[in-house]
């Protein structure tokens, strides 16, 4: 969705030659699959390939959500109809209305857990945000929340399935370094 070209320029300064695929068939000779994000939870879900990509992450290949794209590894939204992915057991929810919505800008990154995707990353480092809704609070796979009228799960590690409610490509060094580590585990 809206973020193809920041994260394509995001990965080309990482010496990564990404493809834009519009059929997820498209993905066997790719290393990992990235499901990005900006957009609506209900059009995304219409159009998910559900089955297919379960069946690419049953092989081992690491599948990475971003923003939207780590909504999708749960049940289903607030947002609107359709299923996602239900890797993850629960509902996105919209942020509260004692908050300024959408939440857009910096917040700070809370580590929760030890992971190779926080290596080189600091407690309280501070991540760029763009988006309405949060995933639902979680269990061991939760590495990092944050705290934006109510604190939720910004950086999941779940298998072979990574997500960032947060936009790595836009959130400078700490971004930089965990989206350095996420193609450190992909390239293994």
Known sequence: MGNLYSLQAALERENVQPQ????VHDSSTA???LLPGVGSF???AEHLPRVEIREIAKSGKPVIGICL???LFFERSDEGLG???SVLPGRVKRLPSIVKVPQIGWNLLRIQRPSELIEGVTDNSWVYFLHSYYPPPGGDWVVATTEYGIEYPTLIEQRNFVGTQFHPEK???AGRTIL???LRLVRR
């Open 69 to 71: 794209g780590l909504q």
């Open 20 to 23: 834009l695929i519009t059929d």
């Open 171 to 173: 959130a400078g060094n």
């Open 31 to 33: 290393d990992a699959l």
């Open 180 to 182: 350095r580590n996420i």
């Open 42 to 44: 209900k059009e995304v």
């Open 83 to 85: 299923k996602g992915l």
